[in-house]
């Protein structure tokens, strides 16, 4: 192994910021125009699609959009983060092209990811809007981007996320409780000892939840973690794999009868393993709260493009897309309408672009809260992720 190399395949803050994290054919682009002595002043939008189509996605990732952004000669505006879309420009940036080309790659990075990782999180959250929902899927996604996974997760409206250093970065805590491997550990036939050993170990603030799906029955666990632990126990947790629960449903319901007949009615039932919003839809007359995966954290990314659309003043652009800056509005319906910059503005049309950066300085400050509220009023305003759709 080569010793110079990084322990990790990971590119640096440092290459993103000096615009080494790029496509080739950027630099290259870069090189002819100087050649050229080319470098007009353009304006360049980031669309995913051109025209309304009713399919709406949620934005984020523009709060490390604007810091890659920062320190370019450049003006920005974007939609605010956890607004829907379903057409037009989610950004526009304005400059001289050469103060910015480098940047497009990683620029489109930031914002397709996050943004499929939140509208995946706001169907969840739509699916079981009385629920507790956390994200669990970093384990499935590299952990360089645990980060960005888990705020956007809390951007579509989750109530919390499993990440450990995601928090950190973020400035959460993490939840969770406890694994199978610490029921595996102590052995089968064991388990009062493992919730035993875990109730005395951890903080009093930490929820007493018992994993109850590891060696016999949910039914037969949950009633041996009521007994072992008594009113200490906030609640259980099943993690059944789909391949051995069978009916998840009548399976959830047995538990929660038990824990009726034994008047604990107080105890959560926490679901988890392979969910996603048809099951939440299904379950969350059931569940009290539930634990999301693979469904968020390997969401599809928005398939976002940048591109050029004036020239030196005057429209321009490729072959399928449309020319001239644009504006986009939300009416009080919920309807989504783009339209050229300048022109005719819609009456009963809110514009949804803000200043972003304005000479190279960021002008917003961004708070995961106020997203997430963001994404909750748009997704009842425009009817994302209703059972009726």
Not at 303 to 317: N, Q, S, W, Y
């Amino acid at each position: 192994m080569d010793s110079s190399a990084p322990d990790f395949d990971v590119v640096t803050p440092a290459a993103i910021r000096e615009g080494r994290a790029t496509d080739a054919y950027f630099a290259r682009t870069e090189e002819t125009l100087r050649h050229a002595g080319r470098n007009p002043s353009v304006v360049a939008e980031v669309t995913a699609d051109q025209f309304p189509d009713g399919e709406f996605e949620l934005l984020a990732g523009v709060k490390d959009a604007a810091a890659l952004l920062a320190g370019h000669d450049v003006d920005v505006d974007a939609l605010p983060e956890g607004t829907l879309f379903d057409g037009g420009p989610v950004m526009r940036i304005e400059g001289d092209y050469l103060s910015f080309a480098r940047a497009e790659t990683s620029l489109l990075g930031f914002l397709s990811h996050a943004s499929g990782v939140a509208t995946a999180a706001l169907e969840c959250r739509r699916a079981a809007p009385d629920a507790n929902v956390l994200s669990f899927g970093a384990r499935h996604v590299h952990p360089s981007v645990a980060a960005m996974i888990e705020r956007s997760a809390l951007v579509g409206g989750f109530d919390g996320f499993s990440h450990v250093a995601a928090g950190e970065v973020i400035g959460r805590e993490a939840s969770g409780t406890m694994p199978h491997a610490l029921l595996i550990i102590f052995g089968r036939g064991e388990q009062e000892a493992a919730w035993r050993a875990f109730d005395e170990a951890v903080p009093e603030d930490t929820p007493r939840i018992a994993l109850c799906d590891t060696y016999s029955d949910e039914k037969d666990e949950v009633i041996r973690a009521v007994e072992t632990l008594g009113d200490r126990l906030s609640g259980v947790r099943l993690d059944t794999t789909g391949s051995r629960r069978g009916d998840f449903r009548h399976i959830i319901r047995e538990v929660q009868w038990e824990l009726d007949a034994r008047e604990l009615g107080d105890v959560d039932v926490f679901l988890s393993g392979g969910l996603g919003p048809d099951d939440l839809r299904k379950l969350r007359d059931v569940g009290d709260g539930f634990g999301v995966g693979g469904y968020v954290s390997n969401a599809d990314p928005v398939d976002f493009a940048l591109d050029i659309v004036e020239v030196d003043g005057e429209p321009a652009a490729k072959r399928g897309k449309l020319s001239g800056a644009k504006e986009v509005y939300r009416t009080s319906a919920g309807e989504h309408l783009v339209g050229l910059r300048g022109r005719d503005e819609p009456e009963d049309g809110e514009a949804l672009l803000e200043p972003l950066i304005r000479d190279g300085e960021i002008v917003r400050e961004f708070s995961i809260d106020d997203a997430a509220e963001r994404a909750l009023e748009d997704a009842e305003l425009t009817g994302f992720g209703s059972d009726s759709e």
